[in-house]
């Protein structure tokens, strides 16, 4: 192997712009097992240090793309559709939109995540439900897709496996948060999945890896272009990510929480994220004519309980348990509970995603290493959230753990991420901006 990866590193700490075939040979290296661990973390703190051209992201996703297999759903009798978002606290808005897009007529066939840092992710929240799998060789992708109009796989080694394994490696060293390895690691799991159509949910605030609005936005217009120079029809919407989405934060209670939304019973943001990111998926795979419409399709995907039944269709697909959708907490009561309260009277000023989502983590419900099962127990019922007035002595949130010492620590957590004031604050959009769905590549 002629490709040295300290010379890279060294050369990306400089400031230099690797050549796609560099950026190729490091991904196919690393994936053989040809780089370590710590070679391979170094190289990828100088990006996060350094940043990446355009070009160069759009090689690496090109690479990371290319280590596996790319699936052609071009055959398939659906307009297909894919949606990603790049990370939050309590972001169930997969298991809602996902379900409701495929309701309304869209395949939806997509690679999700695990959890990544001090975020959740789809495919550990799915794992609670017994038996389900989410590997998913690429024929019976294909194969459900078509019959059932919903999958959701994680990555495997026949899917963007390169992703699969710097994902771990970004996790356990602390390199998540760069836009050109976000961009690459979400871009690289879409082009593989195939889908013509590709809505990004691009998370803003604490809990975001991309705290600032306009950080956000490049990332959103940086992961568009990888998208449309690929050819797919690709939208983004920026999302509030300051508090986190819901009430529940971990993993089977966002399963039953997400349910409940399906339900039509879910909390208002869940509903309403979810609902927007749904109806742009259906105005990206042209089912609906704009996004009102597609706002409208959703509402009545919800409402005639055909959304539900799409999630129910696909749990049964993947070997899941569908019984388990009506008690998704069966099975999974944790060792302890405890309650946080409130030790003063006034508003919920502030509910700190990051710190929220370091309490769930804390809790057992994500991993500090590469290697750390997590509890599908674990987590963090907010029974208070930003604008609600308390008392002393109010529970503000409910935390479930495996032992004494997490609940602590889930408690410390919680402690700095709730702030209480003598105002009420003011509620901002939870939609904040939107790239609207096109192919076409800006000039
Ligand atoms: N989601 C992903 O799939 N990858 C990232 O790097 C961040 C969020």
Redesign the pocket.
């Known amino acids: 192997m002629s490709m040295d990866i300290r010379r890279l590193s060294e050369r990306k700490r400089h400031g230099q712009e690797l050549a796609a075939d560099e950026l190729r040979e490091v991904v196919a290296a690393y994936t053989a097992g040809d780089i370590g661990d710590a070679p391979m973390a170094a190289w990828l703190m100088a990006v996060c240090c350094e940043g990446m051209t355009e070009a160069e992201a759009w090689a690496l996703t090109e690479a990371m793309t290319d280590s596996g297999e790319r699936l052609d759903l071009s055959g398939l009798s659906r307009p297909t559709v894919d949606k990603?978002s790049?990370?939050g606290v309590g972001d169930k808005v997969t298991l809602v939109a996902g379900p409701i897009a495929a309701a309304c007529g869209a395949c939806v066939a997509k690679m999700s995540?695990r959890g990544?840092g001090h975020t959740g992710g789809t495919i550990d929240k799915l794992e609670t439900i017994p038996g389900l799998s989410t590997q998913v060789a690429p024929d019976d992708f294909m194969a459900q897709a078509e019959r059932v109009g919903l999958v959701v796989a994680a990555q495997s080694m026949a899917l963007a496996p390169a992703d699969g394994k710097m994902?771990a490696l970004?996790d356990a060293t602390g390199t998540?948060d760069s836009p050109a390895?976000?961009a690459s690691?979400?871009m690289s799991?879409k082009l593989a999945a195939g889908a013509d159509a590709i809505v990004l949910d691009v998370t803003v605030g604490s809990g975001a890896?991309m705290r600032e609005r306009v950080e956000a936005l490049s990332l959103a217009e940086l992961m568009v272009s990888i998208g449309r120079r690929a050819g797919r029809c690709v939208g983004a919407l920026l999302t509030d990510m300051d508090q986190p989405l819901g009430e529940a934060v971990g993993n089977a209670i966002e399963v039953e929480e997400a349910v409940r939304a399906l339900r039509g019973l879910g909390p208002r943001d869940v509903h309403e994220v979810s609902v927007a990111v749904a109806a742009w998926m259906l105005v990206a795979a042209r089912i609906a004519a704009d996004e009102a419409s597609g706002r409208a399709m959703a509402e009545e995907a919800i409402a005639s309980g055909a959304a539900l039944d799409a999630l129910r269709e696909m749990v049964q697909a993947q070997g899941g348990d569908v019984a388990a959708l009506d008690r998704p907490m069966l099975g999974h009561e944790s060792a302890e509970l405890g309650r946080w309260g409130a030790s003063e009277a006034g508003w919920v000023t502030c509910l700190d995603a990051r710190g929220v989502g370091y309490a769930a983590l804390a809790a057992g419900a994500g991993r500090r290493r590469k290697t750390d099962e997590v509890d599908p127990a674990a987590g963090v019922r907010l029974l208070r959230k930003v604008g609600d007035c308390v008392e002393p002595g109010d529970i503000l949130a409910e935390v479930t753990a495996r032992s004494h010492e997490r609940l602590i620590a889930a408690f410390e957590e919680l402690d700095r991420a709730y702030q209480i004031g003598n105002e009420r604050p003011e509620l901002g959009p939870l939609v904040l901006d939107i790239i609207t769905p096109s192919a076409e590549v800006a000039p």
Do not use: D, P, W
């Open positions: 990603h790049t990370g995540g990544l994902y970004r998540v390895l976000i690691s979400i799991k890896f």
